[in-house]
């Protein structure tokens, strides 16, 4: 399990509590909910993929298991292709 740490300045810290009845459970419930967001796309993007592949007769019950066994890039690796194609078709190739 990964952790993740958030450092806010003092006037941010004072507009979360503002608009927060918990600031840590507010952020740890906007991480989880994208995070949900995220895992749901990737589900359903590997059940297509593996009922499409012939050789797999089974997939898991389990979702978060599905979720890891897909082969996804990630949000940085997406963004270096896209950005890789911007050059190659600013430079003609």
């Known amino acids: 399990m990964k952790e993740f740490i958030v450092q806010l300045s003092d006037a941010e ?7 927060a009845f918990n600031a840590q ?8 909910e994208r995070c ?4 749901e796309e990737i589900f359903q ?9 012939p ?5 898991p019950a389990d979702r978060d298991a599905v979720v ?7 949000g940085r690796e ?3 292709v896209f950005q890789q194609a911007i050059e190659n078709q600013d430079n003609g190739v």
């Open 13 to 19: 810290t004072k507009a979360l509590e503002y608009v």
């Open 25 to 32: 459970e507010w952020i740890e419930n906007v991480v989880r």
């Open 36 to 39: 949900r967001v995220a895992m």
């Open 45 to 53: 993007l590997e059940v297509q993929r593996m009922l499409k592949d």
């Open 55 to 59: 050789l797999i007769s089974e997939i």
């Open 68 to 74: 890891l066994m897909a082969n996804v890039k990630s």
């Open 78 to 80: 997406r963004q270096e």
